[in-house]
């Protein structure tokens, strides 16, 4: 049992590139969240899905995308890198009875935009 | 205005040294506030959530209480191992969908 995986653990990008970051999780959970944490700040919530063809906006989606085509999957999409983008990403999911047994994270990709 | 405020920020402690984190929230129609540990380099792992006022969870040296207003996380006789980042979480319901907002964190140094 894998939990949550993401891809790539580590990235380098520059100024105006583009990128997705992956996330993937084999629990069967209809939640499945991003958040960014940057240091010496709590982990911020980009985009949010409650199921396949499902997603809205957290609290600082501006510059990113994500799509829900599966249940397993919930890439995040930069369009433009900017240096204000540089960040730790965690992907998270849960089962929609709730958070009772936590939301489970994955290992976080760490972007750097230079 | 922060919604959810954990302190102190840093928290050095000898080896057996008791000692409490706060998680002080602000958020109305609590639906479960969380605590999570997060290592360097690793993303948060969780550890208890509490959903109503007066209630307790333990595990291992870590007891997690919840008020009306605040949370404690009591770290009773500590070793080096417990040293991580502890963040508090809420779970509160925006958009219709219940979400997690979280503190900055109690970073924990224990001191053999």
């Known amino acids: 049992n894998a939990g949550v995986t993401q891809t790539p653990k580590f990235r380098i990008l520059k100024i105006g590139q583009s990128m997705t970051l992956q996330c993937a999780q084999d629990m069967n959970h209809n939640y499945m969240y991003w958040y960014r944490q940057d240091p010496g700040m709590g982990l911020k919530l980009i985009y949010y899905?409650?199921?396949?063809?499902?997603?809205d906006k957290g609290e600082v989606p501006n510059g990113y995308n994500v799509s829900r085509s599966t249940t397993e999957d919930f890439p995040l999409r930069l369009e433009l890198a900017a240096p204000s983008q540089t960040s730790v990403y965690f992907c998270a999911s849960r089962p929609w009875t709730g958070g009772a047994y936590g939301y489970t994270f994955g290992s976080g990709t760490r972007l750097t935009v230079v | 205005e922060d919604q959810v405020t954990q302190s102190p920020e840093a928290l050095r402690l000898q080896e057996g040294e008791s000692s409490s984190l706060n998680c002080s929230y602000t958020v109305s129609g609590l639906r479960g506030l969380f605590w999570y540990r997060q290592d360097p380099g690793k993303g948060p792992e969780f550890l208890f959530t509490?959903?109503?006022a007066g209630e307790e969870k333990e595990k291992e040296r870590l007891k997690a209480t919840l008020t009306k207003k605040e949370s404690f996380l009591h770290i009773t006789a500590p070793k080096p191992e417990d040293s991580a980042t502890y963040l508090c979480a809420v779970q509160e319901l925006q958009g219709g969908s219940e979400k997690l907002v979280f503190g900055k964190g109690t970073k924990l140094t224990v001191n053999p």
């Open positions: 899905s409650v199921g396949a063809g499902i997603t």
């Open positions: 509490l959903y109503s």
